[in-house]
């Protein structure tokens, strides 16, 4: 089985501040790797696949990069809305398709 | 529109069964991977089970031989048969429209609460 381990935990940050959230897979996972934004209450909603390509609606501020095992979701200005629990994943040959464990960006 | 909507969760006592379902609308479930992803009460998210378009199915070691997934073309439709519960698998449970590189869409969830 595939670990995802995100860094930090936590991060605290202001609106308009640069946002820079890691994930480390225990193993090559190539490009496919996703990142999921969820907010309390609420499911989770894909933001990133295949390491960097933007899902459908998901304004430019966010973007993805890495490869192999190591990749990192960026938020360029954080907007108010952007506060919340970020997460990876992997869909790399079988499954389990494990998540990493999540990182929380507050203000 | 795209939509998930779950039902059959609820409060269940350990060993006992559980049938969620799953129903799909706005696209066919058979040209799509299906799985359920489930998150414990102030926990992250895990990935449980999958059904393939082709219906080849895979789980999680943990529930395997326990959880059953399964669909009905017909009816457009997923289930995640679940026995011998334990209290770890207390969660929500999401149904969700599944691909080879990312889930592209969540339901909202429904509860599952194992407990005496």
């Known amino acids: 089985e595939i670990v995802l381990t995100q860094s930090p935990a936590t991060l605290s940050l202001s609106p308009g501040d640069r946002a820079t959230l890691s994930c480390r897979a225990s193993q090559s996972v190539r490009y496919y790797l996703a990142w999921y934004q969820q907010k309390p209450g609420l499911a989770p909603r894909l933001l990133i696949y295949?390491?960097?390509n933007r899902a459908i609606g998901i304004p430019a501020r966010f973007s993805g990069s890495g490869s192999g095992t190591d990749f990192t979701l960026t938020i360029s200005s954080l907007e108010a809305e952007d506060f919340a629990v970020y997460y990876c994943?992997?869909?790399?040959?079988?499954?389990?398709?494990?998540f990493g464990q999540g990182t929380k960006v507050e203000f | 529109e795209v939509q998930l909507v779950e039902s059959g969760g609820g409060l269940i006592q350990p060993g006992g069964s559980l049938r969620l379902s799953c129903a799909a609308s706005g696209f066919t479930i058979s040209n799509n991977y299906m799985s359920w992803v489930r998150q414990a009460p102030g926990k992250g998210l895990e990935w449980v089970s999958v059904i393939y378009s082709g219906g080849q199915t895979d789980y999680i070691e943990s529930v395997r031989g326990r959880f059953t997934i399964s669909r009905d073309t017909s009816k457009n439709t997923v289930s995640l048969q679940m026995t011998s519960l334990r209290a770890e698998d207390t969660a929500v449970y999401y149904c969700?429209?599944?691909?080879?590189?990312?889930?592209?869409?969540w339901g909202q969830g429904t509860l599952v609460v194992i407990s005496s």
């Open positions: 994943q992997h869909h790399n040959k079988s499954p389990p398709w494990t």
């Open positions: 969700a429209r599944d691909s080879s590189y990312a889930v592209l869409g």
């Open positions: 295949d390491a960097s």
